[in-house]
């Protein structure tokens, strides 16, 4: 959960549908000034929402994770003269690790992100696609 539109209106979306929710925000530094910081702002949102649908919700603590793995690369990478995009490290480094990892442990059978995608199968594997709308489409974000 960002504490954003998005993941909210799907947790709605789904928990209409019948499913079980639990929502899950991912911590990845500590704020100097929490009163001000939009990262907080939104672990705070998403808390809120979480407690307005009467769901479990838990924040996984990657700090120290995306110090090492994702904000080291980024620095090195950038003063290499080169461009680099923390996402495609974070996503299979962190993000989608530690979603299974607890997804497994609370016996989960989906994983819901709110992001604007086609989902197809062919060959009974499913893979992501990019949205009708390309103004919306967020699949990149789900690499």
Not at 44 to 67: G, H, Q, R, T
Not at 109 to 127: L, Q, V
Request: proline share 3%; net charge negative.
């Amino acid at each position: 959960m960002s504490g954003g539109v998005d993941s909210s209106v799907s947790e709605i979306l789904l928990k209409k549908q019948g499913f079980e929710i639990i929502g899950v925000t991912f911590r990845v530094y500590n704020s100097q000034n929490q009163r001000l910081d939009t990262f907080e702002q939104s672990i705070n949102d998403a808390s809120f929402v979480a407690d307005e649908l009467k769901i479990p919700y838990y924040i996984i603590d990657v700090k120290k994770e995306f110090e090492q793995k994702i904000i080291s690369n980024f620095i090195s990478e950038y003063y290499s003269g080169q461009t680099p995009n923390p996402c495609v490290l974070c996503n299979p480094e962190i993000k989608w690790k530690n979603l299974l990892e607890m997804a497994n442990e609370l016996d989960c059978n989906y994983i819901a992100t709110g992001h604007y995608a086609i989902i197809n199968t062919k060959n009974n594997r499913f893979f992501i696609s990019r949205g009708l709308d390309e103004l919306k489409d967020q699949s990149y974000f789900l690499w």
